[in-house]
């Protein structure tokens, strides 16, 4: 009887020097495993980069809650815009913005990829300034050089030909050409 309760004793005390060393625990062992892979996946959940999602308090041991913004319509049943997408504006805007930034340009590699940037940037946030209602604005520039060569271009879409509407322009300087199209497409 004295030999069992001493062997009783023995596995009592490994199992307290176990648990106090942290081996053979297996809660402890496995939340070390969990961290390790949460600490290697955290960077390829991409929420981060999405404008308006943002984290909040984690409540998961596996990853951040991200919280989605609140919706910007609520339904309405309201059809028709109403500050609707106006050609004469865009046309006045994008003049001005060329001939701001394309007067005098000379053609070069490192320059003109920077300048269509530059050119929609601005475009894009002078018209988002304007707060068109209920309209998505997508503003394409196309800089070339002018090499003796024919250019082409198509761009197509489902189309509302009651409600979308773009504008385009086109200028030439002797090494270059520059084509700014915006369009307002409707959301629903």
Do not use: C
């Amino acid at each position: 009887m004295a030999d069992i309760d001493s062997k009783k004793s023995k596995n009592v005390s490994m199992m307290q020097l176990k648990s106090q060393s942290g081996v053979g625990s297996r809660s402890q062992s496995f939340g070390m495993r969990s961290m390790s892979r949460l600490k290697v996946r955290r960077q390829s959940f991409g929420f981060s980069g999405v404008p308006g999602i943002r984290p909040v308090e984690r409540t998961s041991q596996i990853a951040i809650e991200f919280k989605r913004p609140v919706l910007t319509y609520l339904p309405t049943y309201q059809l028709s815009s109403t500050h609707k997408f106006h050609l004469p504006t865009v046309q006045k805007i994008t003049d001005e913005l060329l001939d701001e930034h394309w007067t005098g340009h000379k053609y070069n590699v490192q320059d003109s990829p920077a300048l269509a940037l530059r050119i929609a940037g601005e475009l894009m946030r002078k018209l988002k300034a304007i707060q068109f209602n209920r309209y998505r604005i997508i503003s394409v520039v196309t800089i070339g050089q002018k090499r003796a060569q024919s250019y082409n271009n198509a761009v197509a879409f489902l189309w509302d030909h009651e409600r979308d509407n773009y504008v385009d322009v086109q200028r030439e300087v002797t090494t270059a050409f520059v084509q700014v199209t915006t369009f307002g497409v409707y959301l629903d």
